[in-house]
C-alpha cells in the first residue's frame, strides 16, 4: 500500500492561513488523496479529497503537486475549532473490498494560538 | 440532522460479559463501518457492510461479529469481552463503497476490567 508522510504537529495563530504538508511518493495512478481531521472526543470528520487536480470546499482547498508526489491542505483562516489531528490518507479506486478501509497513520497535530 | 448516531458513548465491563454497540445513520447510505481506535494505533475496521445484507471482515474481526439490521443500522457484538477490547469504537457510513467520504459518529468508549 502506498503510505503517507505528515509531520507529528504543528503550530498556527488564529485567524493566519495554514499549509498542512503530506508526502506520499509512492502513490499510484489511481489513488485519491484523503483529508480527514478528528477534533478531540469526537469521531474523524471528512474534510476534502482529490486526485489530480487542485480542490476547493468550504472548508479547505487541496493542493496536489504536478507529480502527485506530496500535497498541501491549507487552511485559509485558523480558528480555534480548527486545532485536532490531520490525517492525509491514500485511497486506490480500483482496490475493490480494500478500498473500504481507511487507513489512518499518526497524523499532524494542529494546534491553533489565540 | 443527526447523521451517524452511537450509543451507548460510554460503558464499562468485566471480562466475559458481553454488550452490543448501536449505530444507526439517516443519510440514506448503503455502506456502513466499525472502526476501533487504540492510542497510537490510528483507527483500525472491524467488520463493514458494503450493502443492506452483506457484511465482511475488516482488519481486526477476532472476538467482534456484526450485524446490518436494515439499511439504517449496523451493530456491533462482543459475546465474551475481554480487556483487550477495551479501546473508542467508531461507526462510520458512506453513500457507496470506494473512495466516497465516510461519515462517523462521535463513539462508544468502551472499558472491560
Known amino acids: 500500500d502506498a503510505k503517507t508522510t505528515q509531520p507529528n504537529s504543528m503550530e498556527s495563530n488564529e485567524e493566519e492561513p495554514v499549509h498542512l504538508p503530506c508526502n506520499h511518493s509512492?502513490?499510484?495512478?489511481?489513488?485519491?488523496i484523503h483529508w480527514y481531521r478528528q477534533l478531540p472526543s469526537q469521531g474523524p470528520e471528512y474534510v476534502i479529497h482529490?486526485?489530480?487536480s487542485n480542490v476547493n470546499n468550504r472548508m479547505a482547498s487541496l493542493a496536489i503537486a504536478e507529480d502527485r508526489k506530496s500535497s498541501t491542505l491549507i487552511l485559509h483562516r485558523a480558528t480555534l475549532r480548527d486545532a485536532a489531528v490531520y490525517y492525509c490518507?491514500?485511497?486506490?479506486?480500483?482496490?475493490?473490498?480494500?478500498?473500504?478501509?481507511?487507513?489512518f497513520g499518526k497524523g499532524t497535530k494542529l494546534s491553533v494560538i489565540p | 440532522n443527526a447523521g451517524v448516531t452511537q450509543t451507548p458513548k460510554f460503558q464499562v465491563l468485566k471480562t466475559g460479559q458481553s454488550m452490543t454497540l448501536q449505530c444507526a445513520q439517516d443519510?440514506?447510505?448503503?455502506?456502513m463501518y466499525w472502526y476501533r481506535q487504540d492510542p497510537g494505533m490510528g483507527l483500525r475496521l472491524i467488520y463493514y457492510s458494503a450493502s443492506e445484507g452483506t457484511t465482511d471482515k475488516g482488519e481486526v474481526p477476532n472476538g467482534y461479529n456484526v450485524s446490518r439490521l436494515n439499511k439504517r443500522e449496523f451493530s456491533l457484538r462482543l459475546e465474551s469481552a475481554a480487556p483487550s477490547q477495551t479501546s473508542v469504537y467508531f461507526c462510520?457510513?458512506?453513500?457507496?463503497?470506494?473512495?466516497?467520504?465516510?461519515?462517523f459518529g462521535d463513539g462508544t468508549r468502551l472499558s472491560i476490567l
Open positions: 462510520a457510513s458512506s453513500e457507496v463503497e470506494g473512495v466516497q467520504p465516510q461519515h
Open positions: 509512492t502513490i499510484s495512478g489511481t489513488d485519491y
Open positions: 482529490g486526485l489530480t
Open positions: 490518507i491514500l485511497r486506490d479506486l480500483q482496490r475493490g473490498a480494500g478500498s473500504y478501509q481507511l487507513t
Open positions: 443519510m440514506n447510505h448503503n455502506s
